[in-house]
T-cell receptor, first 116, second 108 residues
Framework: DVKVTQSSRYLVKRTGEKVFLECVQD?????MFWYRQDPGLGLRLIYF?????MKEKGDIPEGYSVSREKKERFSLILESASTNQTSMYLC????WGPGEVYNEQFFGPGTRLTVL | SQELEQSPQSLIVQEGKNLTINCTSS?????LYWYKQKYGEGLIFLMM?????EEKSHEKITAKLDEKKQQSSLHITASQPSHAGIYLC????????FGAGTRLTVKP
């Protein structure tokens, strides 16, 4: 079974802090994604990566950056956390390229981040 | 960009009742995914539809994609408390896009 793990289930940080969210997948997937989920807005794509050291902006990249130094690990960084970044963050990985139909994404359990 | 609208936003049904959740796209769908999310957890893949008119079933959950490939429905027969959660449709359009989700509550 594909396993996608996230470093924390719950996280509480203060405004202005630098926050790292880690995601690791164990199935050698090329593609990895970071989403945030908010009530009424569904899942919104923040960043994604097709390969090591490669990243692409999603719909809402402002206030975030990412790092992919190794294939299995994709990190989401909040340089200076703000209260409007309080959300559920979900990481996903997939085997095929974004244009392939069989692009099933496997999700991690999520990290619920609260910024005070 | 691909916009996916789900309806209803939330649904409360009595155990044993049937229900339907809809997902409508502004553009032709080339791959439509249904996921289920238990409250506060990650997403679990249910099924994927690709061809117009396609229908798939898994246990008591059936999903259909219409001939025009712009609308999909998810139907649950004889709902149970274990069906409770958030159902999301997702579509491939360069990258994955998701609907806002439908929150299902099943009352015992």
């Amino acid at each position: 079974d594909v396993k996608v793990t996230q470093s924390s289930r719950y996280l509480v940080k203060r405004t202005g802090e630098k926050v790292f969210l880690e995601c690791v997948q164990d199935m050698d997937h090329e593609n990895m994604f970071w989403y945030r989920q908010d009530p009424g807005l569904g899942l919104r794509l923040i960043y994604f990566s097709y390969d090591v050291k490669m990243k692409e902006k999603g719909d809402i990249p402002e206030g975030y950056s990412v790092s992919r130094e190794k294939k299995e690990r994709f990190s989401l960084i909040l340089e200076s956390a703000s209260t409007n970044q309080t959300s559920m963050y979900l990481c996903a990985s997939s085997l095929w390229g974004p244009g392939e139909v069989y692009n099933e994404q496997f999700f991690g359990p999520g990290t619920r981040l609260t910024v005070l | 960009s691909q916009e996916l609208e789900q309806s209803p936003q939330s649904l409360i049904v009595q155990e044993g009742k049937n229900l339907t959740i809809n997902c409508t796209s502004s553009k032709t769908l080339y791959g439509l995914y249904w996921y289920k999310q238990k409250y506060g957890e990650g997403l679990i893949f249910l099924m994927m539809l690709q061809k117009g008119g396609e229908e798939k079933s898994h246990e008591k959950i059936t999903a259909k994609l219409d001939e025009k490939k712009q609308q999909s429905s998810l139907h649950i027969t004889a709902s149970q408390p274990s069906h409770a959660g958030i159902y999301l449709c997702g579509a491939l359009a360069g990258d994955m896009r998701f609907g806002a989700g439908t929150r299902l509550t099943v009352k015992p």
